[in-house]
């Protein structure tokens, strides 16, 4: 950020925004781009501009990042990708006015930024950070590369101006940014953030950065949408009727507010199925607290072993999907007091993050028969690895350090081999979310 901070737009004629504004919408540029140039089109139109004029109750910021920092970032020193988010979030705490909700609207790696930000808010003591990341309602993301095998290449071709040693390790961070992003999907979920990404359908410079794949934020209900621009061009409206900004409009007239009675809405959609309104997955028995809905998310549950069978898989498949996704008799501890009881509460909070990860994977894939095998098989084989070579040193009286030594040599290890083909790899933070999940439908425990 620069040292002024976000720059407010205030309506045409006026030198001040609204004093008690519903909504305060925050433009976050990419790592190349400019507070003001980024947003504005080659005629000088200035979109944050017309938001500012067109709505009464909302104040617009404009986020900027210092090309000082940028650069030590390229050059492996100075500031970090984690330091931007972190000095992105104090700046939106530090305002004098803050409205009690937030909208995101990000360009490019601006997106990822933006996710890291809500990650270090989330995970923060500071009470500060808390609020700032439950405030936010909606993001926008504007050509900003997700996932999918074309990720490496998008980033690559953003970055391809830097040379340095750093930006090619951020362009090939996969593990890293899978982890982000599945923070970001179950962060969405959790804290019912609407989630609209768009994705470019010219070329820039004769490639295609950002494509449909690539743009998919992985939210259930975040359908991406197509923008007839370059990803230079997306977030660049012309006019009042371009795509973007009548989409961005409908958002913020739609939007609920922190004090909504609104039950289900935009990302909270990835819990229910729309056809029968049941969640697509049981709830097992031995959920925690924490990973139960937001307040005011109703959610209609089926019995835990009403699982609808997925379109396509096949019957031997399905049983065992249905096993590792119902509670099991012998154990029903739940995940947390399995872990005290095993001396790990240390790990509570990670495990119980990394158990609604995969839950949520599951659900997302959950119309997709050919992921739904990988995942069933994944979590087959993390059991019986675990069962063959973890329970006997665990039953030995082996130290807490010998038994993660085994998980990871004699489990995750083997397992991102066995699962991982070109164009189609997974990581170790995978099949460690499938551990969890197991141990949160009590199929796994680190006791004897």
């Given at each position: 950020m620069t040292g002024t901070g976000p720059t407010p737009v205030f309506p045409t004629g006026l030198q001040n925004g609204v004093s008690a504004p519903t909504f305060d919408v925050v433009f976050i540029h990419g790592l190349s781009g400019d507070r003001f140039r980024t947003w504005t089109a080659k005629d000088g139109a200035f979109w944050p501009q017309w938001l500012a004029d067109e709505f009464d109750n909302i104040n617009v910021y404009l986020a900027g990042y210092d090309s000082a920092a940028f650069a030590g970032i390229l050059l492996g020193s100075g500031a970090s990708i984690q330091d931007l988010a972190t000095t992105l979030a104090d700046g939106l705490i530090s305002r004098p006015r803050q409205a009690e909700n937030t909208v995101l609207i990000t360009h490019s790696l601006g997106g990822l930024i933006v996710k890291q930000m809500l990650r270090r808010c989330a995970d923060?003591?500071?009470?500060?950070?808390?609020?700032?990341?439950?405030?936010?309602?909606?993001?926008?993301?504007?050509?900003?590369?997700?996932?999918?095998?074309?990720?490496?290449?998008?980033?690559?071709?953003?970055?391809?101006?830097?040379?340095?040693?750093?930006?090619?390790?951020?362009?090939?961070?996969?593990?890293?940014?899978?982890?982000?992003?599945?923070?970001?999907?179950?962060?969405?979920?959790?804290?019912?953030?609407?989630?609209?990404p768009f994705y470019e359908t010219e070329t820039t410079g004769g490639i295609h950065i950002v494509d449909r794949v690539t743009a998919n934020p992985n939210v259930y209900g975040a359908e991406p949408i197509a923008v007839q621009a370059?990803?230079?061009?997306?977030?660049?409206?012309?006019?009042?009727?371009?795509?973007?900004?009548?989409?961005?409009?409908?958002?913020?007239?739609?939007?609920?507010?922190?004090?909504?009675?609104?039950?289900?809405?935009?990302?909270?959609?990835?819990?229910?199925?729309?056809?029968?309104?049941?969640?697509?997955?049981?709830?097992?028995?031995?959920?925690?607290?924490?990973?139960?809905?937001?307040?005011?998310?109703?959610?209609?549950?089926?019995?835990?072993?009403?699982?609808?069978?997925p379109q396509g898989v096949a019957s031997d498949i399905m049983e065992d999907f249905a096993y590792f996704t119902t509670v099991a008799a012998d154990d029903r501890r739940s995940l947390d007091q399995k872990l005290r009881e095993a001396g790990r509460a240390y790990q509570i909070k990670d495990a119980t993050r990394r158990k609604e990860r995969f839950a949520?994977?599951?659900?997302?894939?959950?119309?997709?028969?050919?992921?739904?095998?990988?995942?069933?098989?994944?979590?087959?084989?993390?059991?019986?690895?675990?069962?063959?070579?973890?329970?006997?040193?665990?039953?030995?009286?082996?130290?807490?350090?010998?038994?993660?030594?085994?998980?990871?040599?004699?489990?995750?290890?083997?397992?991102?081999?066995?699962?991982?083909?070109?164009?189609?790899?997974?990581?170790?933070?995978?099949?460690?979310?499938?551990?969890?999940?197991?141990?949160?439908?009590?199929?796994v425990s680190w006791d004897a």
């Open positions: 923060s003591a500071d009470v500060r950070f808390n609020n700032l990341a439950q405030k936010v309602r909606a993001v926008v993301f504007l050509g900003t590369p997700h996932q999918g095998a074309q990720l490496a290449t998008a980033l690559d071709l953003i970055l391809r101006p830097f040379k340095s040693k750093a930006s090619q390790q951020l362009a090939y961070g996969g593990a890293e940014l899978l982890d982000l992003s599945n923070f970001f999907s179950n962060f969405a979920v959790r804290e019912n953030v609407i989630v609209r370059n990803h230079i061009d997306i977030c660049k409206p012309e006019t009042t009727q371009a795509l973007v900004y009548l989409s961005v409009c409908e958002l913020l007239r739609t939007l609920p507010s922190s004090g909504s009675s609104l039950v289900v809405a935009g990302a909270a959609a990835n819990l229910t199925s729309s056809s029968a309104g049941q969640s697509l997955l049981p709830v097992p028995l031995c959920t925690t607290i924490q990973s139960l809905p937001p307040v005011g998310v109703e959610i209609a549950l089926p019995p835990a072993t009403d699982i609808p069978s949520m994977a599951l659900r997302r894939h959950i119309a997709q028969p050919s992921a739904v095998t990988r995942y069933t098989q994944l979590l087959g084989d993390v059991e019986s690895r675990f069962a063959r070579h973890v329970r006997r040193p665990i039953s030995e009286g082996a130290t807490l350090a010998q038994v993660d030594h085994a998980i990871q040599s004699d489990v995750l290890d083997p397992c991102v081999r066995q699962f991982s083909s070109p164009g189609s790899e997974i990581t170790s933070a995978l099949v460690d979310n499938a551990l969890y999940y197991l141990a949160g439908n009590c199929h």
